[in-house]
């Protein structure tokens, strides 16, 4: 069979394009149809490890969203094109799951030539595997400086022969300029893919938007098919370094703290303060979602130590993933913040390294491949890390030791715990030898160097990706707390797809695949 594709484009980034796809991969499915996404260049730095021909391989975080939504098999075919931004004019280029220093290295508009058969490969095998194939497209379509190298909108838009919505942020303002000049600047052969324009993230009175659509389709001769009311949170992981920085509290009907505890604004003070560090290259921030979604803990990113000195308490820190860990590590010393996660885990507070922060919390980093760089570390467990031309990409089981270190902190919850997740890495770590030798000795809390804790227990360190994914570790960690009040996953995709049923107009989505 040949896959009938419904394409996302979007007017800008943040416009909505990968919520929407994930709705409609979960919504076409609800209608008995064989779904598979596909975004053929996706740049983040959230990613996860799927299938691929050589065993594992990377692919953009939303696309194993999407996947999942679908209720297919994530595989490096529904995101060929992975580019993570390491500096801000350079990016390692990921080709159907794996690093190609040659891609990486290459101009970008000589890349595309070579990329552009992978992709279409990739398309098309999906295409004669399942009955629909929702596209997402990135950025706008209508960059004119970019058209005559593009792998990602219009060109994969005709290649399937796509029924396009074309989707706006309406509460940034502008948008029936947005979508009309990005029709505009379409060839007229591309703009007869867009069958409808997509209104998101609009607050007040539909009716007060009249005459503004119809005006737009006698301009155009496309309806707009659909008014999205804005949706703070539907519990969705973040896309692309984007995300929400006000402090968020767990929702769930768990969430009060005992009768008579307020918080400096007033109501019911959260149980555990959470500070996340927002660095410029983070990486992999989604998997911290489920924290936003378990009652009584108080998600804050933060970017200076004024932001968590302004908080009345903090509970732990998390340095989470980087793409760029010497880079990052330099930023935070800028900001102050390596000494406000010093301080904190000097006077007993909880600190969470992962991948990136594991690495930040050592001695020392070392780099003879020249892939990250070299730094000194925070000092606040004894360990060194040495960056290896070789990337870890894998899916990971692991246990923690069955003893951990006892005291005030929420670390020792884990003993014994058995958790599931990911590995991206080109960094190894193991005991800072000199220290060791004089007495200085991390705990290893998990096998093969993957999880470290100090000797006081209140610092942990895991090259583990997902912790707050496994449930077993969230019942470990917050225990009484978790319950029916706390959203699946699965019931997030369900309500994704309920949305745009309500709010598109009648039979439009079913009108896009005929």
Same mark, same amino acid.
């Given at each position: 069979?040949?896959?009938?594709?419904?394409? !996302?484009?979007?007017?800008?980034?943040?416009?909505?394009?990968?919520?929407?796809?994930?709705?409609?991969?979960?919504?076409?499915?609800?209608?008995?149809?064989?779904?598979?996404?596909?975004?053929?260049?996706?740049?983040?730095?959230?990613?996860?490890?799927?299938?691929?021909?050589?065993?594992?391989?990377?692919?953009?975080?939303?696309?194993? /969203?999407?996947?999942?939504?679908?209720?297919?098999?994530?595989?490096?075919?529904? #995101?060929?094109?992975?580019?993570?931004?390491?500096?801000?004019?350079?990016?390692?280029?990921?080709?159907?799951?794996?690093?190609?220093?040659?891609?990486?290295?290459?101009?970008?508009?000589?890349?595309?030539?070579?990329?552009?058969?992978?992709?279409?490969?990739?398309?098309?095998?999906?295409?004669?595997?399942?009955?629909?194939?929702?596209?997402?497209?990135?950025?706008?379509?209508?960059?004119?400086?970019?058209?005559?190298?593009?792998?990602?909108?219009?060109?994969?838009?005709?290649?399937?022969?796509?029924?396009?919505?074309?989707?706006?942020?309406?509460?940034?303002?502008?948008?029936?300029?947005?979508?009309?000049?990005? =029709?505009?600047? @379409?060839?007229?052969?591309?703009?007869?893919?867009?069958?409808? /324009? !997509?209104?998101?993230?609009?607050?007040?009175?539909?009716?007060?938007?009249?005459?503004?659509?119809?005006?737009?389709?006698? %301009?155009?001769?496309?309806?707009?098919?659909?008014?999205?009311?804005? =949706?703070?949170?539907?519990?969705?992981?973040?896309?692309?370094?984007? /995300?929400?920085?006000?402090?968020?509290?767990?929702?769930?009907?768990?969430?009060?703290?005992?009768?008579?505890?307020?918080?400096?604004?007033?109501?019911?003070?959260?149980?555990?303060?959470?500070?996340?560090?927002?660095?410029?290259?983070?990486? #992999? %921030?989604?998997?911290?979602?489920?924290? $936003?979604?378990?009652?009584?803990?108080?998600?804050?990113? !933060?970017?200076?130590?004024?932001?968590?000195?302004?908080? $009345?308490?903090?509970? =732990?820190?998390?340095?989470?993933?980087?793409?760029?860990?010497?880079?990052? @590590?330099?930023?935070?010393?800028?900001?102050?913040?390596?000494?406000?996660?010093?301080?904190?885990?000097?006077?007993?507070?909880?600190?969470?390294?992962?991948?990136?922060?594991?690495?930040?919390?050592?001695?020392?980093?070392?780099?003879?491949?020249?892939?990250?760089?070299?730094?000194?570390?925070?000092?606040?467990?004894?360990?060194?890390?040495?960056?290896?031309?070789?990337?870890?990409?894998?899916?990971?089981?692991?246990?923690?030791?069955?003893?951990?270190?006892?005291?005030?902190?929420?670390?020792?919850? %884990?003993?014994?715990?058995?958790?599931?997740?990911?590995?991206?890495?080109?960094?190894?770590?193991?005991?800072?030898?000199?220290?060791?030798?004089?007495?200085?000795?991390?705990?290893?809390?998990?096998?093969?160097?993957?999880?470290?804790?100090?000797?006081?227990?209140?610092?942990?360190?895991?090259?583990?990706?997902?912790?707050?994914?496994?449930?077993?570790?969230?019942?470990?960690?917050?225990?009484?707390?978790?319950?029916?009040?706390?959203?699946?996953?699965?019931?997030?995709?369900?309500?994704?797809?309920?949305?745009?049923? $309500?709010?598109?107009?009648?039979?439009?989505?079913?009108?896009?695949?005929?």
């Amino acid at each position: 069979m040949t896959a009938k594709c419904i394409m !996302v484009l979007g007017t800008t980034s943040g416009a909505g394009k990968s919520w929407l796809t994930t709705a409609l991969c979960r919504y076409y499915q609800h209608q008995g149809l064989k779904v598979a996404p596909f975004k053929a260049q996706n740049m983040s730095n959230n990613a996860r490890v799927v299938a691929s021909e050589n065993g594992q391989g990377e692919i953009g975080s939303a696309q194993y /969203f999407q996947a999942l939504a679908a209720r297919a098999v994530p595989d490096v075919r529904i #995101n060929p094109l992975l580019l993570k931004p390491e500096h801000d004019t350079h990016s390692q280029v990921v080709l159907m799951g794996q690093v190609s220093e040659a891609l990486s290295n290459m101009d970008w508009r000589e890349r595309s030539d070579h990329v552009w058969p992978v992709i279409v490969q990739a398309l098309d095998d999906l295409r004669a595997e399942y009955d629909l194939v929702v596209i997402e497209g990135a950025g706008s379509p209508a960059e004119i400086n970019l058209s005559s190298s593009d792998i990602v909108n219009m060109r994969v838009a005709l290649h399937c022969n796509a029924a396009c919505l074309l989707v706006t942020d309406i509460d940034r303002g502008g948008a029936f300029a947005h979508l009309y000049g990005t =029709w505009a600047l @379409l060839p007229e052969n591309e703009r007869t893919l867009i069958k409808g /324009f !997509v209104l998101n993230k609009f607050r007040g009175d539909a009716s007060l938007l009249a005459p503004a659509p119809q005006m737009l389709q006698d %301009l155009t001769g496309i309806p707009t098919v659909a008014t999205l009311p804005m =949706w703070w949170q539907h519990g969705l992981p973040e896309e692309d370094g984007v /995300f929400d920085m006000t402090p968020t509290l767990g929702t769930g009907v768990c969430a009060l703290p005992p009768e008579g505890a307020v918080s400096r604004g007033g109501g019911p003070a959260p149980l555990t303060q959470v500070c996340i560090v927002a660095y410029p290259r983070i990486s #992999n %921030l989604d998997e911290f979602q489920p924290l $936003k979604n378990v009652p009584g803990v108080r998600l804050q990113w !933060v970017r200076s130590p004024s932001e968590i000195n302004a908080l $009345k308490q903090t509970d =732990w820190i998390i340095l989470p993933g980087s793409k760029n860990t010497s880079g990052d @590590l330099e930023w935070l010393r800028s900001q102050g913040l390596d000494a406000a996660v010093v301080h904190h885990a000097q006077a007993g507070g909880a600190v969470l390294g992962i991948c990136g922060g594991l690495q930040m919390l050592g001695e020392a980093l070392m780099d003879p491949h020249g892939v990250d760089g070299n730094a000194r570390g925070l000092g606040l467990l004894p360990l060194v890390t040495v960056f290896e031309a070789d990337k870890t990409v894998r899916h990971t089981n692991a246990r923690f030791a069955a003893q951990m270190v006892a005291g005030a902190n929420p670390w020792s919850a %884990l003993a014994g715990v058995e958790v599931e997740g990911y590995e991206i890495h080109h960094g190894q770590t193991q005991q800072h030898a000199a220290m060791q030798a004089a007495g200085d000795v991390a705990r290893e809390v998990m096998a093969d160097g993957l999880g470290w804790q100090n000797p006081d227990g209140n610092v942990l360190g895991l090259y583990l990706h997902g912790l707050f994914e496994d449930p077993a570790a969230l019942q470990a960690l917050f225990g009484a707390r978790l319950g029916e009040a706390v959203p699946t996953l699965d019931s997030v995709f369900d309500g994704l797809a309920d949305f745009i049923e $309500k709010n598109f107009e009648p039979g439009a989505l079913q009108a896009l695949l005929s």
